[in-house]
């Protein structure tokens, strides 16, 4: 995988899609859990909230799958976002510091969602040195 200096997550409870690049190039790598839990829906009259717990072990994969990338923008649609940064802060608090943002992002295509990002950090790559 080439070097660079930023990278964005699509993460929800099925799959993680994390994507390093620059303003020519990206690498994708998609995760999946060990054990996909089918969405839960919420019964009346229930005790819990009807929601499966996060799946921890994927969502180191996804954190550790961050690697050198010095910017992070993490997307998504829904609560996987949120897990993912919660077990950031809890487990790899170092890498906080490269999390640019969190955004909703319902179900973009791969070029959709880099295009969004290369947005997002345009003003960045205009004033940081970008790696080959």
Known sequence: MSTHN????????????????NRLE?????????????HIHHK????????????????????EAIG??????VTGPA???????KHIHRHDPQLMERIAGVETVDHPTDGALLDHARHYFKAADLTTPQLP
């Open 6 to 21: 930023h990278a964005v997550i699509w993460i929800d409870h099925r799959e993680a899609r994390i994507f390093h690049f």
């Open 26 to 38: 990206a690498d994708t790598q998609v995760l999946h859990p060990h054990n996909l839990t089918k």
């Open 44 to 63: 009346a009259n229930s005790m819990g909230s009807g929601h499966a717990a996060a799946d921890q072990d994927f969502l180191h994969e996804v954190a």
């Open 68 to 73: 050198a990338a010095h910017a992070v923008l």
């Open 79 to 85: 609560q996987a976002k949120t897990d993912l940064i």
